[in-house]
């Protein structure tokens, strides 16, 4: 068989490159999705404004009806570069209410995303995923935390740049209470 003979793997038409195309496109369109989350928050219209926390609300791609969140965006105090978005919402159930935190990239995924409310450590949780904007951390509310954060004056979110430094992120709880109990 000479070499003009042979059928490349890499031709217009061959198994691989149908394959390969198909999983590019997967891959592109499941980015997509996954960027939309948080943009779709950005992009909502603002309902209300419950002291320094907004109501947003918009219709994700796909569902019938109306979701809502209140939002805060922050910067850090010495790095305006370092900032977060805090996002509370309701599930479409109703089944859970989670608080969900888009940090930027850059940070070290292994130490998480550290909470302290009103001088009170909380813990910390670990980021769920990264996507083109951010990496996303994400907890469910319980009672306690919600209690935490509706009663309190301040939460300070912490970030790692590296295992010894971490970035605290002043976000003011002025309004969150009012504003979760207005969340549809």
Not at 19 to 47: E, Y
Not at 82 to 93: E, F, H, N, P
Not at 119 to 125: L, S
């Amino acid at each position: 068989m000479s070499h003009g003979d042979r059928r490349s793997y890499w031709e217009v038409g061959s198994p691989v490159k149908r394959v390969l195309k198909r999983m590019t496109v997967v891959v592109l369109a499941i980015a997509c999705l996954g960027a939309a989350v948080p943009a779709a928050w950005a992009q909502g219209v603002v309902k209300a404004q419950f002291g320094d926390w907004q109501m947003s609300c918009d219709t994700p791609p796909g569902a019938s009806f109306e979701q809502c969140a209140i939002i805060q965006n922050v910067s850090a105090e010495d790095q305006p570069n370092v900032g977060l978005s805090v996002i509370v919402l309701k599930t479409a159930d109703q089944q859970a209410r989670l608080l969900r935190v888009l940090a930027p990239l850059g940070v070290l995924l292994p130490n998480g995303l550290g909470l302290n409310i009103d001088g009170k450590d909380i813990g910390r949780v670990a980021f769920v995923r990264c996507l083109p904007n951010g990496c996303i951390a994400e907890v469910v509310l319980d009672d306690d935390l919600l209690k935490a954060l509706s009663d309190g004056t301040n939460a300070i979110f912490v970030v790692f740049k590296t295992p010894e430094e971490g970035i605290g992120i002043p976000v003011s709880l002025n309004g969150f209470g009012e504003g979760f109990a207005q969340l549809p």
